[in-house]
């Protein structure tokens, strides 16, 4: 590590405004450079102080928009390449940026190393264009997106394959997400799987706690996550199903799900791996890049059923961990339930402990700091 003070080192991530995922990796990354300053595009001061205590956040201008708009601030998708473009990193001799869409595209000098951990290529620019397209449409009351949207999102595909072309090194979270990026940025990619850190902080205490009768699902509320897939299958299994999470559509899931399906909101990560630890199993229903929820559980020794495809191939070892299905509809889901019924207490809870330890914050920690003495 004093080879890493010697740089004058700066940590750039797309928002401060929420806590998932991306997040937590992200403060894995701040803990090994602890005199960084970060910088975001806009930053909640709750998040910030609760889980970035003490750190410097240089926020860009967008933070200077009244309140009530920055809680909009996906009304702002145009001025988000501006915005981060203009900060000024000049003084660094290094920036690592952790990045879903905006981060990656820093302009820095041509001395500095810029070192992107992307967490996926821009989702609604590539993958999910139509389907972006179509929600936009839906909620303004169209049949249709204008002409204006759709030359809006042509722009962000051309800015973020050419922001792809700017870090010096692309560090990929999972195989799937690496040959995203050679497929739509055409450029190689290592891969560094991310840390997993709950279960390090509160597995002593989870192991007071008792198997109970409900399956689990962590997710944020939207329409991409499928949650409604997995709540329309437990609806006619009529099994017990745990929902952890907020997000737009809570209101429209909670009007479609039965008795047997609670909605917990947001918990803290006491409470979350209290549930993880108690879960018969956890419900993986959407595509994601890595499948973070799903390491969290097995590190507990919770098995999960899966949608099979994306980075979660690289997690769920079939008939051992777990199970997959293989399309979002109800029944295959609620087909992948009743396979899981069929072997339940059969899967080896210190193999899934085992396994998820492949997500350790040591070896992320220790690779990374590897891949930056190099520089």
């Given at each position: 590590m004093n080879k890493h003070r010697q740089k004058k080192i700066a940590l750039v991530h797309d928002f401060l405004v929420s806590y998932g995922g991306a997040e937590r990796v992200f403060q894995v990354m701040a803990e090994m450079f602890p005199d960084a300053p970060i910088y975001t595009l806009l930053a909640d001061q709750e998040i910030v102080t609760r889980y970035f205590p003490g750190r410097e956040v240089r926020v860009s201008w967008l933070c200077r928009l009244p309140k009530f708009l920055k809680k909009r601030y996906r009304f702002f998708l145009p001025?988000?390449?501006?915005?981060?473009?203009?900060?000024?990193?000049?003084d660094f001799d290094l920036v690592l940026s952790s990045s879903g869409a905006w981060g990656k595209g820093i302009v820095t000098r041509l001395d500095?190393?810029?070192i992107a951990y992307l967490h996926s290529p821009m989702r609604y620019a590539w993958d999910y264009h139509e389907q972006y397209l179509a929600e936009i449409a839906s909620r303004s009351g169209k049949k249709k997106p204008g002409i204006f949207t759709r030359l809006l999102l042509s722009y962000m595909r051309l800015w973020d394959r050419q922001a792809a072309e700017r870090p010096d090194i692309l560090l990929a979270n999972s195989q799937y997400t690496q040959a995203r990026i050679e497929k739509y940025y055409r450029r190689k990619s290592t891969v560094l799987y991310p840390p997993v850190t709950l279960s390090r902080s509160f597995s002593a205490f989870a192991k007071e706690v008792s198997r109970g009768d409900y399956f689990l699902l962590v997710s944020r509320l939207t329409r991409s996550k499928k949650v409604d897939v997995a709540i329309e299958a437990f609806?006619?299994?009529?099994?017990?199903?745990?929902?952890?999470?907020?997000?737009?559509?809570?209101?429209?899931?909670?009007?479609?799900?039965?008795?047997?399906?609670?909605?917990?909101?947001?918990?803290?990560?006491?409470?979350?791996?209290?549930?993880?630890?108690?879960?018969?199993?956890?419900i993986f229903p959407s595509e994601e890049d890595f499948g973070m929820t799903a390491v969290e559980a097995l590190s507990f020794g919770t098995p999960v059923i899966a949608f099979d495809y994306g980075g979660v191939r690289e997690i769920v070892e079939i008939g051992k961990t777990g199970e997959t299905f293989h399309a979002q509809t109800p029944e295959v889901l609620a087909e992948g339930v009743r396979r899981f019924l069929q072997r339940e207490g059969t899967y080896d809870e210190s193999m899934m402990k085992q396994s998820a330890k492949r997500f350790s914050?040591?070896?992320?920690?220790?690779?990374?700091?590897?891949?930056?003495?190099?520089?």
């Open positions: 001025f988000f390449p501006a915005a981060v473009e203009a900060f000024d990193l000049r500095t190393t810029h609806n006619k299994l009529g099994i017990s199903l745990v929902i952890v999470g907020s997000g737009r559509e809570e209101n429209c899931l909670r009007e479609q799900a039965r008795k047997n399906i609670t909605f917990m909101g947001f918990v803290d990560d006491e409470k979350l791996a209290t549930l993880y630890a108690g879960a018969r199993a956890l914050q040591e070896r992320f920690q220790t690779e990374l700091g590897k891949l930056i003495q190099e520089f």
